[in-house]
């Protein structure tokens, strides 16, 4: 089945740097990642996704890429805010008709003022 | 549009106790999942259906645990007898049908067996 690795597992910024969490994947058939975004004690909220035919997706200070070939994918955060602190899970959708979701382990993301 | 709501938010019982959780999913959902997430960890898939059928059960203790969906509406996930690895938030999630797209979370139910 899927494999999905996660890095860092925790990741401290200032306010106004950039975050960088990183993704591997196993399956080379995996064609969906989304991004979910979990607040202590809260349910995780998708914050975006990237389907296997785009290299690079972007919404306002958040963007994702792709690289099918390394099978690795990344969360960039710039302009890192106070409200952005929260844990932060990859995932990937295995091959397949069942669309079975992977997660990675998490990161939580601390963003200093 | 109301998102999906799961019962109860917290739950305490001993070991080899019986529990039953229940989900749910957003109207005209046709996919629903049951995950386990442990304290530190990413959400693990216990089983997942599709209208009233299993699509998924590979990661489920099936010697302890069950799951129904009934008219393929509202799921009930059950585990019996608990043990004490079995202390996690039990997540429903709920997706439209056919290729994959976001699923939405309900709030969780927080089981702590002791």
């Known amino acids: 089945g899927e494999n999905v690795e996660q890095h860092p597992s925790t990741l401290s910024v200032q306010e106004g740097d950039s975050a960088v969490i990183k993704c591997t994947y196993s399956d080379s058939a995996s064609n969906y990642f989304p991004w979910y975004k979990q607040e202590l004690g809260k349910r995780p909220q998708l914050i975006i996704d990237i389907r296997s035919n785009v290299g690079e997706k972007k919404d306002q200070r958040i963007a994702v890429t792709l690289n099918k070939t390394a099978k690795h994918f990344s969360l960039h955060i710039t302009e890192t805010q106070p409200e952005d602190s929260a844990v932060y899970f990859c995932?990937?959708?295995?091959?397949?008709?069942?669309?079975?979701?992977?997660f990675g382990k998490g990161t939580l993301l601390t963003v200093n003022p | 549009e109301a998102g999906v709501a799961q019962s109860p938010r917290y739950k305490i019982i001993e070991k080899r106790q019986s529990v039953a959780f229940w989900c749910n999913p957003i109207?005209?959902?046709?996919?629903l999942y049951w995950y386990q997430q442990i304290l530190g960890q990413g959400p693990k898939l216990l089983i997942q259906f599709q209208n009233n059928g299993v699509v998924d059960d590979s990661q489920l203790p099936k010697d302890r645990f069950s799951a129904e969906r009934l008219k393929g509406v509202d799921s009930t996930l059950k585990i019996q007898p608990a043990k004490l690895e079995d202390s996690a938030v039990y997540l429903c999630?709920?997706?439209?049908?056919?290729?994959?797209?976001?699923?939405?979370f309900g709030p969780g139910t927080r089981l702590t067996v002791t």
């Open positions: 995932a990937a959708v295995s091959g397949g008709s069942n669309y079975k979701l992977t």
């Open positions: 999630a709920s997706s439209l049908a056919g290729p994959p797209g976001e699923q939405y």
């Open positions: 109207s005209g959902h046709a996919t």
